[in-house]
């Protein structure tokens, strides 16, 4: 693993920059016109091809007696820390990412994650999320946290497509973000079998999967209920892990499709931002202080004495990570009574 990392040594410039979705655009436009915009698919992205770092091109911050800086010139970003006599300067590869973001630094054949990161809510940089505890003694350090083999092939595991071969990390196979085969296995074959006008190799319809196997399967990144359990991940920091926050919500039904994360969610397009737009996914449960429980609402699900719209404004209750920088919104969809502790 570690020597595929160092053997690659890969230039990103060698990867291909488009992934294969603009050849299933011909028969799936619709999909293939919005996935690859979406911060999904561009969960990773190359140097030349970040706004990010394009629109900010010198960044800089200052812990202790460090200094970092972030600079952007044409296609280069550099990524440089100092203690005032010594600087270390690396060159930006890997952007992890596509609102809040975070650099993976290659060192010596080893992967760092940059010990500072670019956070929207501030515009500038500041401490990586999880990083909050590192206290760096030495300016090797101070570049950021030595990420072992396994770990960074998780990270573009998530974060991009084609990134595994043999079960070992391949930089020279993958395409940045995340693309259409990592949710639909096969479509790589589907598509030279269709250019032949087969059809009998497409992929399986997603759209089947009950609610529960849908948030397994986009807990694989997400992380499903059973991760978060088992690896105790308590606290603010688990609003993040949807499938495990709407696991614990009374309104989840593993086999009811109403509450499946594809009945508020398509994952060829942008979140939508919208409160009142997801008013309809839980009236189709409950009713409302205006409006009756819908004929099929299952019999636990009562009505809203207070209100008739914008539910998500008091239900899914926005959470700030403890650093303060992002925020999510809480799937664990409840009745939140003022002065709660974050349940977890
Ligand atoms: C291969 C990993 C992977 C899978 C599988 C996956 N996601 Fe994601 N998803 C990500 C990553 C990584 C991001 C973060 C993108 C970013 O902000 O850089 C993300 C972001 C999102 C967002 C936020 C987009 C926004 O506008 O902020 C939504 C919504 C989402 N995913 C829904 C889903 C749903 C629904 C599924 C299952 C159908 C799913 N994801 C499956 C990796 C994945
Ligand atoms: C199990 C899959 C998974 C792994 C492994 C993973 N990520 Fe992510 N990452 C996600 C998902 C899903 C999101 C979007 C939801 C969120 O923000 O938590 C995300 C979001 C991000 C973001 C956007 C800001 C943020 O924190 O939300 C950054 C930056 C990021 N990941 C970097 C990394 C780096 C660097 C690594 C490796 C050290 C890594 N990720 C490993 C799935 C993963
Ligand atoms: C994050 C996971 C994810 C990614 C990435 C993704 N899809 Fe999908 N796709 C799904 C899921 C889940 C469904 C089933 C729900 C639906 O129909 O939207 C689906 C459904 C589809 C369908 C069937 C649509 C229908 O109306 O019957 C097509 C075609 C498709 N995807 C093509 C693509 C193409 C092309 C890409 C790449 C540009 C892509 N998908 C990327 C998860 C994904
Ligand atoms: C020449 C046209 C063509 C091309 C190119 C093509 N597909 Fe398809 N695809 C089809 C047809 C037709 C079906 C429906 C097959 C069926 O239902 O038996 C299909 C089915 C699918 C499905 C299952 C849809 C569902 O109902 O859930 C997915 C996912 C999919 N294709 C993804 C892709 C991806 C990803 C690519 C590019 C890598 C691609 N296809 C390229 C024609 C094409
Ligand atoms: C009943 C509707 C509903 C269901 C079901 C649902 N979501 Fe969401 N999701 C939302 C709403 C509402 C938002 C915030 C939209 C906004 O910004 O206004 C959101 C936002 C997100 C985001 C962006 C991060 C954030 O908090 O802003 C991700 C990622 C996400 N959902 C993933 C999932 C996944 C994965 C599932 C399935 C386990 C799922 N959602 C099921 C309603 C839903
Ligand atoms: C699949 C159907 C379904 C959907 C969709 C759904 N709910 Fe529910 N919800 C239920 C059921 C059933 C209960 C009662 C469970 C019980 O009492 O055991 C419930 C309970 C609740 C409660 C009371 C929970 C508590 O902590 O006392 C609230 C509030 C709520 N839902 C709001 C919403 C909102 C807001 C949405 C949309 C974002 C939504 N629900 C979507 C089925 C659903
Ligand atoms: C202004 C905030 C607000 C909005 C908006 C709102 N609710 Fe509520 N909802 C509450 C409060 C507060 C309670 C608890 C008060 C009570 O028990 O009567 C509640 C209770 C509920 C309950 C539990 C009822 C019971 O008898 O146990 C459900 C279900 C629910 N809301 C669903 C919804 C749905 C669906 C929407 C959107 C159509 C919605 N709410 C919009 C504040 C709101």
Not at 44 to 55: K, M
């Amino acid at each position: 693993m570690v020597v595929l990392w160092i053997a690659c040594g890969l230039a990103p410039a060698q990867v291909k920059p488009s992934g294969p979705a603009s050849a299933c655009a011909g028969c799936h436009s619709a999909q293939s016109a919005t996935e690859p915009r979406t911060p999904m698919g561009r969960a990773l992205e190359l140097p030349g091809s970040n706004p990010t770092l394009q629109t900010h091109p010198k960044l800089t911050f200052h812990k202790g007696t460090y200094s970092y800086t972030v600079e952007t010139r044409g296609d280069q970003s550099t990524y440089s820390v100092t203690d005032g006599k010594q600087t270390i300067s690396l060159p930006i590869r890997w952007n992890f990412g596509e609102g809040s973001q975070t650099w993976v630094l290659e060192r010596d054949g080893h992967a760092y994650e940059s010990l500072v990161s670019y956070y929207p809510a501030i515009d500038g940089l500041d401490i990586t999320t999880g990083d909050e505890a590192l206290s760096p003694h030495t300016l090797d350090e101070a570049v950021g946290r030595l990420l072992g083999p396994g770990e960074t092939k998780d990270c573009f595991g998530c974060h991009s497509t084609g990134s595994e071969v043999n079960d070992n990390l391949s930089l020279a196979t993958l395409e940045p973000g995340v693309g259409c085969e990592h949710c639909h296995e096969g479509s790589s074959a589907h598509l030279m079998d269709a250019l032949q006008g087969h059809f009998e190799s497409a992929p399986p319809k997603l759209k089947e999967l009950s609610s529960e196997d849908t948030s397994n399967f986009c807990g694989q990144c997400h992380r499903t209920w059973e991760r978060v359990v088992r690896g105790g991940l308590r606290g603010e920091g688990n609003v993040r892990f949807q499938p495990y926050r709407l696991a614990n919500s009374r309104c989840y039904d593993g086999t009811d499709p109403r509450i499946s994360c594809l009945a508020c969610h398509d994952p060829h397009q942008n979140v939508v931002r919208q409160e009142s737009f997801y008013d309809s996914k839980c009236l189709a449960c409950h009713g409302s202080s205006t409006q009756p429980p819908p004929a099929k609402a299952p019999a636990e699900a009562k009505s809203c004495r207070v209100a008739n719209s914008n539910c998500v404004d008091c239900h899914m209750p926005r959470v700030k990570l403890p650093n303060g920088h992002m925020t999510f919104f809480d799937h664990e969809i409840r009745v939140v009574k003022s002065g709660e502790a974050y349940p977890n």
